[in-house]
């Protein structure tokens, strides 16, 4: 099934509201296959954010990113990269509408709460990225029979 890469960043680390925003990926009925906290370095913020480098507050990204350590998630679900996004909410927190992760917990431009993956194409790249094959698990979860139809669950 469709894999994802979730980054919990430093601000929710430092909010305490990790469990609220994992708490949504589970409610939601998303599989957990991979999670590990890490410190990131300039070297994989700078391949991960490689669209933004060149922009004036790449600075102020790196430092916000490295004021904590991440969580990394990848997820598993049924069109998980479009659902994480839409849970996730526009980048902008004061324009994320209420309801979203951004839209109930940021205020911010910066500070984002989450990073999802954009497309099916990056989150492949991106769960290679931060993951190895031997960290991706698999297991059966037991609600799977409840959250999909037969034809859904393949
Ligand atoms: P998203 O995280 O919604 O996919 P982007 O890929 O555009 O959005 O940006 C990646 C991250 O870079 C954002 O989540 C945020 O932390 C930071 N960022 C984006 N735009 C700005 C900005 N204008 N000023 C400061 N930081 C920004």
């Known amino acids: 099934m469709e894999k994802t890469l979730v ?15 994992i708490d949504r990926f589970e409610r939601k009925g998303l599989k957990l296959v991979a999670m ?5 370095d300039d070297k994989i913020l700078e391949e991960h954010y490689a669209h933004l480098v060149d ?30 996004r839409k849970l996730a909410g526009v980048t902008e927190g004061t324009e994320a509408m209420p309801g979203t992760i951004r839209g109930d917990f940021s205020l911010s431009v910066q500070n984002t709460i989450i990073h999802a993956s954009d497309s099916v194409e990056s989150a492949g790249k991106e769960v290679e990225r931060f993951f ?3 960290e991706i698990l698999e297991w059966d979860k037991i609600d799977t029979e409840v959250i999909y139809s037969d034809t859904e669950k393949e």
């Open 7 to 21: 980054i919990i960043k430093p601000d929710t680390i430092n909010r305490g509201l990790v469990g609220e925003v």
């Open 36 to 40: 590990k906290m890490q410190h990131l």
């Open 132 to 134: 190895t094959k031997k």
């Open 55 to 84: 922009k004036p507050f790449f600075t102020g990204i790196k430092q916000f990113m490295q004021r904590a350590p991440s969580i990394l998630i990848v997820l598993e679900g049924r069109r998980v990269v479009e659902v994480v």
